[in-house]
């Protein structure tokens, strides 16, 4: 098992900022690529010495619609044949514990919508899904934030990506973990200290691998691009001026941030 986080200096105690192995409380430090043969500098660092970053930094976020069944049957459509699925800019990215903003010039509602990350590792070109395993780098926690009144608000064309794309409407993490079985696990969501969303990820209509190869088949996937797999029932809305919203997938951790109105 292997969590990697990146970081930066929370006070003068960390001259830099930075990429590493977390065990336990303490952050082994790595130099190099992440994704291509990590070297260990030989310096520790404790975990609350350190301000945790988005542990990757995508060129791409893909995030996906309806892919899971029992919010299909909810929601009376029918189950897509294959991945359907937008972008997110790279700006929607936000850290663990980050501070999210609604923007002053939109004043509808904004959901939670938990989600597991795939977090691609290697070069990712028209492969099979069997191939699809080896692309995978690891897992992370994903909260794709998305500006719900936007969507429909012109009849004649869903506004998927200006919903969804406001800077920091993507927080995850609070890090990548490499060995997790995703089919044995599941997603719960607490708003303000209160269960919103607890799905079983085994109930995805297309599961990572097979999503991974579905769409290395439409754009080549950059090791740190990643994959919002979609979410399931219980998406609702952060009403409060503040809202505490917490994403927890057991084998990964809690991804924590604070939505402002």
């Not at 029918?78 to 937008?86: I, S, T, V």
């Not at 409407?169 to 060995?179: L, M, N, R």
């Amino acid at each position: 098992m292997a969590r990697w986080v990146r970081f930066s200096a929370k006070d003068a105690t960390v001259s830099a900022a930075g990429f590493g192995r977390l065990e336990g409380e303490t952050i082994t430090v790595y130099e190099g690529d992440l994704f291509a043969g990590p070297v260990a500098t030989g310096e520790t660092l404790a975990l609350a010495d350190v301000s945790l970053e988005a542990p990757c930094q995508p060129s791409k976020i893909i995030a996906l619609w309806n892919n899971f069944h029992a919010l299909a049957a909810k929601l009376n459509v029918a189950e897509p044949a294959e991945p359907l699925y937008l972008l997110k800019a790279p700006s929607t990215v936000a850290a663990p514990g980050a501070t999210v903003h609604r923007p002053p010039a939109y004043g509808g509602k904004t959901v939670y919508e938990g989600e597991l990350g795939i977090v691609i590792g290697r070069t990712a070109s028209n492969i099979t899904e069997d191939e699809a395993a080896a692309h995978i780098f690891g897992y992370t926690i994903v909260n794709d934030i998305t500006a719900a009144d936007i969507l429909q608000k012109d009849p004649t064309f869903p506004q998927w990506a200006r919903a969804k794309g406001f800077d920091a409407y993507g927080p995850f993490g609070p890090w990548i973990e490499t060995d997790l079985d995703p089919t044995a696990t599941s997603v719960r969501t607490v708003l303000n200290g209160a269960e919103r969303q607890n799905y079983p990820l085994s109930d995805m209509i297309f599961p990572p691998a097979r999503l991974v190869a579905m769409i290395s088949r439409d754009m080549t996937l950059l090791p740190g691009d990643l994959i919002a797999c979609g979410t399931s029932l219980g998406v609702g809305t952060m009403k409060e001026p503040s809202n505490d919203i917490e994403v927890s997938i057991e084998g990964i951790g809690t991804l924590k941030n604070v939505f402002v109105q």
